[in-house]
């Protein structure tokens, strides 16, 4: 087995305690530079403390590293942190809004409420021609655009195969709609090159159309 490919060394803690060896530096140097105690790092390195988004970007920047690297290496995917034993992070809405909370960059509560408002929006442009024409035209170009990246994605194929079922009932194409819309037209509420957060408010957009399907009994 190679050591790229042993576990160990995919490790959050394996991968900062080998840079900081390689650019000769303690862990007292680097809480000096990033602006944290050396503790916390300690407890990071040691799998003792699991980091946060705002801890990776300083250790990025001051161990100049890509940012993508050290999310990988602490089990954080496109969703989050990793949680093999229990549900996806996706999964839930209060997860998403906890890794928004976990930013420091923007309410959860008001971003929410702030996208409820956009969705509001989108579900009367749905039933205009000219909206039903862009969800059915201009969804897969979006879709490529992105690359297909997104857990959230194949929520969107099927909420877009749903919508062009011509026997889904009118008001629930218009709630699916909604949600499509919110993608194809990129409200950007949370900007998209605020990696890795930036595909959240799509996400939140698409568990706020399913919630709102389940409560109608029509998901």
Avoid at 14 to 24: G, N, W
Avoid at 128 to 145: L, N, P, W, Y
Wanted: net charge negative.
């Amino acid at each position: 087995m190679d050591a790229q490919d042993r576990p160990e060394e995919r490790r959050i803690g394996f991968l900062i305690k080998q840079l900081l060896d390689e650019q000769s530096l303690s862990m007292r140097r680097l809480g000096h530079l990033c602006g944290m105690d050396a503790a916390t790092i300690s407890r990071i390195v040691n799998g003792k403390q699991q980091p946060k988004l705002y801890h990776l970007r300083q250790f990025a920047e001051h161990l100049r590293v890509p940012l993508d690297s050290l999310l990988e290496a602490a089990g954080y995917g496109a969703a989050g942190p990793k949680n093999d034993g229990g549900p996806k992070v996706l999964d839930s809405l209060d997860a998403i809004r906890g890794m928004l909370d976990e930013t420091q960059l923007f309410d959860p509560e008001a971003t929410t409420a702030r996208i409820e408002q956009e969705l509001r929006k989108y579900e009367q442009y749905a039933q205009t021609e000219e909206g039903h024409r862009m969800i059915c035209f201009d969804f897969d170009a979006k879709v490529s655009q992105v690359n297909g990246i997104g857990p959230f994605i194949e929520h969107l194929k099927e909420m877009h195969v749903r919508y062009c079922d011509e026997k889904t009932p009118g008001h629930v194409r218009a709630v699916l709609g909604s949600g499509l819309l919110y993608f194809i037209l990129s409200a950007d509420i949370i900007p998209d090159y605020l990696f890795p957060i930036g595909y959240l408010d799509d996400a939140i957009a698409v568990h706020l159309v399913l919630d709102r399907l389940n409560e109608k009994g029509s998901a």
